[in-house]
């Protein structure tokens, strides 16, 4: 029933309201391109878009990996896609649809949602995540196939 959550400050008697990030996650869904594994894989081998896997490497490492998806952790996606970071990626200038993906969607909507917010156009995201990609039995190869394939 709480939309937002109450904290202790560490030193005080004041209180903060913390949003949740469900709902942060909701009013994101509200305004991206939400699309389904499916979706994904199409406009993928169709449409030239870019499955980028923000997932961390140890997830990666542990449950496999989309094939031909980039890798980009979440903690630097903004300075790989911004234009005046130092960290910049050329691939993310490129003019093509880019498709986020983490685990389970919640990531990955808010990534999408901040990447939106920075400009880009094409830009959405897995819904159902990976975990979504995996039910839908899609195709995923080992973290140390896909970090070999990945070069070719």
Known sequence: ???KFVASKPFGDSTMAIESVKKMVE?????????S???ASRRAADEGALIVDIRDVREMQRDGAIPGAMHA???MLEFWVSPDSPYTKEVFGEDREFILC???????????????DMGMERISHIETGFGGWQADEMPIESYE???????K
């Open 1 to 3: 029933t709480g939309e």
């Open 27 to 35: 009013a994101a869904k509200a305004e991206i391109d939400n699309i």
């Open 37 to 39: 594994p499916e979706e």
């Open 73 to 75: 952790p979440r903690g």
């Open 102 to 116: 983490c685990a389970g969607g919640m990531r990955s909507a808010l990534s999408t949602k901040t990447l939106k």
């Open 145 to 151: 196939d896909w970090k070999a394939n990945r070069s």
